[in-house]
């Protein structure tokens, strides 16, 4: 697997369309940092560390849902390996004029684009939500 990231996402967006209320995925660090912002921020109820039927470490992830709707509309990677997107702290986008979020890798931790300008550092984009 060449973009650990990116399939965490895929999954997530693909099992919120056909409205599974859990998702598995491999575990990481990183995985479980992005996954701490989105639940920080709202879009997932949660997730919980555990070891796979292979023994590998993964990650239940808890998928949240608004009246039958997916509350994650929007999943995109920004960061991709071929292209590698750093902002600095003036340049981090806003989504959608505030309502979404933007989560990126500064020196301080994977955070949100509005604790990013709070802390005043930029970092590598990974992935916009809406």
Excluded at 15 to 41: H, I, N, Q, Y
């Amino acid at each position: 697997m060449t973009d650990p990231i990116a399939d965490m996402l895929t999954r997530i967006r693909n099992s919120s369309l056909r409205g599974k209320s859990t998702v598995m995925t491999p575990g990481s660090k990183l995985r479980a940092w992005v996954l701490d912002v989105l639940a920080d921020e709202g879009y997932i109820r949660g997730y919980e560390k555990m070891t796979g039927e292979d023994g590998h470490p993964a990650i239940e992830i808890s998928l949240k849902y608004y009246e039958g709707e997916p509350v994650i509309r929007e999943l995109k990677r920004v960061s991709k390996p071929g292209r590698r997107v750093y902002m600095g702290v003036k340049d981090i986008p806003s989504i959608r004029q505030g309502l979404g979020v933007s989560i990126v890798s500064t020196p301080q931790g994977v955070m949100s684009d509005a604790n990013a300008r709070a802390a005043n550092v930029g970092g590598e984009v990974l992935c916009s939500v809406f």
